[in-house]
């Protein structure tokens, strides 16, 4: 037996809106905004007359229009602008954060250029207090430009790259004496896990404080933990004094006794993780107060995966942060329906493809228990070249400093099918990122998703890999999935895998009967086709605890300008849902099926409402054991002797005109139905 690969976890969460503290006010500036897109001289400036440029609110991309309708979309600069009425006061400090900017983003305030930031995922905050006006009346501008750069990852990719202010922008106001916000654009504080048991857990804290001022000032750093009802379990004081004009990391050690730990969608429970600056007399200078998840896990290269010791498998789908007629500019609300979506399938986790995404969406996975896969954007193509290498560094350093607080983030990504066609040597720039990943989080593993297997390193650089495989629908019949899933075993550093793709197109609106592998490309793809891919690869990857976690490509559809196929424009259709979340595919209760605690039946080939054949199999997807099927209220009898939650009546004969398709089952002594209706039209 190889030896287990032994990795602990237990983190915070940094919320959406910046941390909450008794020092601090946060104002979410989503509304007053003028946008141009173009490129515009002078548009920092006072004078320009920007009374015919369009009025928007936070969040706002441009691109998807075209995208979603398979044309080529702009990719260049626009510019917003609108008023700051803020005074500076004394005794305070004022930041401007971005939550994301696609894809670099020059911020100017009155005039004056406050910064750049380079990379369209990861939040960056300014420091605005020695620009602010003292009018009060202040001008703010921000130029956002999503045109392709060669030193700015994604180079390649297969989703369209849209440009904009697309999450919030918050004016933070402190104390002079505050918990570094300018740090990546974190929290300024880290909690890390030395050791996690269910005896104890020991957390090291690090906070970033910053100093502005002359003087050395002496303070005291307080940690608490408190647990869900609000009582304090436990808190430990270190006295410190700042260097004047420096921001530099304090340290201290706190155990919690017996913890109460985060199980995951068993049990996602969390506590409270304040950390507080305070003077000597007791006055509260900054606070950040943060939930707190407790847990430890494992991977073994031929059992799977271990959450608090115990074995938990880890099945699940990817996600892009698209919706329809939206792109990027998506809301907490669009966010909420994409979770429940995830709840109701019974997904244990989450690949967040194929770059950071929104800090509230990791937050909601914190609290419903959901595993999450964490990426930077290296996708298909990276460049050996400095100032590449540098970008990608940044964008590692953003995702890992905002959210090493994330309980539900279980590994950082590294890249994702580096190696299809490269001419340039990856592996050091590679292991460089790997060890930036380890010195910043010890505590979680690397990861990365492959595709081919001509450069055999690239997947044992991180400590963790994942394979994106496609029998079925990209390469060989479904009917090789286990084949290809035994030859991938000894791929990683380690042994075990996950499977971080695979699936198959389908539209809803077509259907066959007995279908036959479709062209990818093709204009044809049955509904039908993808249950039948994701039946065979899932009892493929059921049967092999090597395999320590899969992810369905993916969860919803979602715009790709250069896919023309599927019957329908600008779409890659391999989601589970429709990019407007109001449809879920066959396929959608195939898992739920499989994965989903709760009751249900359902009649697959429902949408398949026309037809010419009168002869016919119905198959019925249930987590009850023994579901009836009906035809026009005559049974067809029960069955027993389902696979993988799949139950198959062969042969049945439906009459002229419309026919009533009828299911019904219990489980756990709940009633359960489902019906729908076909129509066989007799040959004239």
Same mark, same amino acid.
């Given at each position: 037996?190889?030896?287990?690969?032994?990795?602990?976890?237990?983190?915070?969460?940094?919320?959406? /809106?910046?941390?909450?503290?008794?020092?601090?006010?946060?104002?979410?500036?989503?509304?007053?905004w003028?946008?141009?897109?173009?490129?515009? %001289? +002078?548009?920092?400036?006072?004078?320009?007359?920007?009374?015919g440029?369009?009025?928007?609110?936070?969040? *706002?991309?441009?691109?998807?229009?075209d995208a979603?309708?398979?044309?080529?979309?702009?990719?260049?600069p626009?510019?917003?602008r609108?008023?700051?009425?803020?005074? %500076?006061?004394?005794?305070?400090?004022?930041?401007l954060?971005?939550?994301?900017?696609?894809?670099?983003?020059?911020?100017?305030?009155?005039?004056?250029?406050?910064?750049q930031?380079?990379?369209?995922?990861g939040?960056?905050?300014?420091?605005?207090?020695?620009?602010?006006?003292?009018?009060?009346?202040?001008l703010? #501008?921000?130029?956002?430009?999503?045109t392709?750069?060669?030193?700015? #990852?994604?180079?390649?990719?297969d989703?369209?790259?849209?440009?904009?202010?697309?999450?919030?922008?918050?004016?933070?106001?402190t104390?002079?004496?505050?918990f570094?916000?300018?740090? *990546?654009?974190?929290s300024?504080?880290?909690w890390?896990?030395? @050791?996690?048991?269910?005896?104890?857990?020991?957390?090291?804290?690090?906070a970033?404080?910053?100093?502005?001022?002359?003087?050395h000032q002496?303070?005291?750093?307080?940690?608490s933990?408190?647990?869900?009802?609000?009582?304090?379990?436990?808190?430990?004081t270190?006295?410190i004094?700042?260097?004047? $004009?420096?921001?530099?990391?304090?340290?201290l @050690?706190?155990?919690?006794?017996q913890?109460? !730990?985060?199980?995951?969608?068993?049990?996602p429970?969390?506590?409270?993780?304040?950390?507080?600056l305070r003077t000597t007399?007791?006055? %509260?200078?900054?606070?950040?107060?943060?939930?707190?998840?407790?847990?430890?896990?494992?991977?073994?290269?031929?059992k799977g995966?271990?959450?608090?010791?115990? &074995?938990y498998?880890?099945h699940?789908?990817?996600?892009?942060?698209?919706?329809?007629?939206?792109?990027?500019?998506?809301t907490?609300a669009d966010?909420?329906?994409?979770?429940? /979506?995830?709840?109701?399938?019974? %997904?244990t986790?989450?690949?967040?493809? $194929?770059?950071? $995404?929104?800090?509230?969406?990791?937050?909601?996975?914190?609290?419903?228990g959901?595993?999450?896969?964490?990426?930077?954007p290296?996708?298909?193509?990276?460049?050996? =070249?400095?100032?590449?290498?540098?970008?990608?560094?940044?964008?590692?350093?953003?995702?890992?400093?905002?959210?090493?607080?994330?309980? =539900?983030?279980?590994?950082?990504?590294?890249?994702?099918?580096?190696?299809?066609?490269v001419?340039?040597? &990856?592996h050091?720039?590679?292991?460089?990122?790997?060890? !930036?990943?380890?010195?910043e989080?010890?505590?979680?593993p690397?990861?990365?998703g492959?595709s081919?297997?001509?450069?055999p390193?690239?997947?044992?650089?991180?400590?963790?890999?994942?394979?994106?495989?496609?029998? +079925?629908?990209?390469?060989?019949?479904?009917?090789?999935?286990?084949?290809?899933?035994?030859?991938?075993?000894?791929?990683?550093?380690h042994?075990?895998?996950?499977? @971080?793709?695979?699936?198959?197109?389908?539209?809803? #609106?077509?259907?066959?009967?007995?279908?036959?592998?479709?062209k990818?490309?093709?204009?044809? $793809?049955?509904?039908?086709?993808?249950?039948?891919?994701?039946?065979?690869?899932?009892? #493929?990857?059921?049967?092999?605890?090597?395999?320590?976690?899969?992810?369905?490509w993916?969860?919803?559809d979602?715009?790709?300008?250069?896919? *023309?196929? +599927?019957?329908?424009?600008?779409?890659?259709?391999?989601?589970?849902?429709?990019?407007?979340?109001?449809?879920?595919?066959?396929?959608?209760?195939?898992?739920?099926?499989?994965?989903s605690?709760?009751?249900?039946?359902?009649?697959?080939?429902?949408?398949?409402?026309?037809?010419?054949n009168?002869?016919?199999?119905?198959?019925?997807y249930?987590?009850?054991?023994?579901?009836?099927?009906?035809?026009?209220?005559?049974?067809?009898?029960?069955?027993?002797?389902?696979?993988?939650?799949?139950?198959?009546?062969?042969?049945?004969?439906?009459?002229?005109?419309?026919?009533?398709?009828?299911?019904?089952?219990?489980?756990?002594?709940?009633?359960?139905?489902d019906?729908?209706?076909?129509k066989? @039209?007799?040959?004239?």
């Amino acid at each position: 037996m190889r030896p287990l690969i032994f990795l602990t976890i237990g983190f915070a969460l940094f919320l959406h /809106l910046a941390p909450r503290s008794q020092a601090r006010e946060n104002q979410r500036l989503d509304d007053g905004w003028r946008f141009k897109l173009d490129d515009v %001289a +002078g548009a920092e400036k006072n004078g320009l007359d920007a009374a015919g440029w369009a009025m928007v609110s936070l969040p *706002h991309c441009w691109g998807w229009e075209d995208a979603q309708q398979g044309k080529n979309y702009y990719r260049g600069p626009g510019w917003y602008r609108r008023e700051l009425n803020v005074s %500076a006061q004394p005794g305070k400090r004022y930041f401007l954060r971005f939550e994301a900017a696609s894809l670099v983003a020059d911020v100017y305030l009155n005039e004056k250029l406050l910064g750049q930031h380079r990379g369209g995922f990861g939040a960056f905050c300014f420091e605005i207090t020695k620009q602010l006006s003292d009018t009060g009346t202040n001008l703010l #501008a921000v130029r956002v430009d999503n045109t392709k750069a060669p030193d700015i #990852a994604p180079l390649d990719g297969d989703f369209s790259v849209y440009g904009g202010l697309y999450r919030p922008v918050h004016l933070i106001v402190t104390d002079e004496y505050n918990f570094a916000l300018t740090d *990546h654009g974190s929290s300024g504080v880290a909690w890390l896990q030395t @050791s996690v048991s269910k005896e104890q857990a020991v957390l090291d804290v690090t906070a970033q404080i910053s100093n502005p001022l002359t003087n050395h000032q002496p303070l005291r750093l307080v940690a608490s933990v408190f647990d869900a009802a609000g009582k304090l379990v436990v808190s430990q004081t270190e006295p410190i004094t700042l260097t004047s $004009h420096f921001t530099a990391p304090f340290f201290l @050690s706190i155990t919690v006794p017996q913890p109460h !730990l985060w199980n995951g969608r068993k049990d996602p429970y969390l506590y409270q993780a304040v950390v507080e600056l305070r003077t000597t007399n007791d006055v %509260a200078v900054d606070r950040v107060e943060q939930p707190l998840g407790l847990r430890y896990y494992s991977v073994d290269p031929d059992k799977g995966f271990f959450l608090n010791g115990e &074995p938990y498998h880890l099945h699940g789908v990817d996600r892009h942060q698209d919706f329809m007629n939206k792109g990027w500019a998506i809301t907490e609300a669009d966010m909420d329906t994409d979770i429940a /979506l995830l709840k109701e399938l019974g %997904a244990t986790v989450i690949r967040c493809a $194929h770059y950071q $995404h929104s800090d509230y969406f990791y937050s909601l996975c914190d609290r419903a228990g959901i595993l999450v896969w964490a990426e930077i954007p290296q996708v298909n193509t990276i460049r050996i =070249a400095p100032e590449f290498e540098n970008t990608s560094r940044n964008q590692l350093l953003d995702l890992i400093r905002q959210n090493i607080n994330h309980p =539900a983030i279980f590994a950082w990504s590294l890249f994702n099918e580096v190696g299809n066609g490269v001419t340039e040597d &990856p592996h050091r720039e590679l292991q460089n990122l790997n060890n !930036l990943a380890h010195g910043e989080d010890p505590t979680r593993p690397t990861i990365a998703g492959a595709s081919v297997m001509q450069l055999p390193q690239t997947a044992k650089i991180p400590d963790l890999i994942g394979w994106n495989i496609y029998p +079925g629908w990209y390469g060989g019949s479904k009917e090789t999935y286990g084949r290809e899933l035994d030859r991938r075993q000894t791929t990683s550093r380690h042994g075990g895998f996950g499977v @971080s793709e695979y699936g198959a197109g389908a539209n809803p #609106a077509q259907h066959e009967q007995n279908p036959r592998q479709p062209k990818p490309t093709g204009q044809w $793809h049955p509904e039908e086709w993808q249950a039948e891919v994701h039946e065979t690869a899932w009892a #493929a990857i059921k049967a092999r605890p090597f395999v320590w976690g899969s992810f369905v490509w993916c969860l919803f559809d979602f715009a790709v300008n250069t896919r *023309h196929e +599927g019957g329908v424009e600008g779409l890659n259709d391999k989601g589970l849902v429709t990019r407007d979340r109001q449809t879920k595919k066959d396929a959608f209760y195939f898992y739920k099926a499989n994965w989903s605690d709760e009751p249900f039946v359902y009649i697959t080939s429902r949408r398949f409402a026309e037809r010419t054949n009168a002869v016919t199999d119905v198959k019925i997807y249930s987590n009850a054991a023994e579901p009836e099927l009906f035809i026009n209220g005559v049974s067809q009898g029960k069955r027993s002797d389902g696979t993988n939650g799949v139950f198959i009546w062969k042969n049945l004969t439906l009459a002229p005109g419309e026919n009533k398709i009828t299911a019904s089952a219990q489980r756990n002594g709940q009633p359960l139905a489902d019906a729908c209706v076909w129509k066989l @039209s007799t040959p004239r």
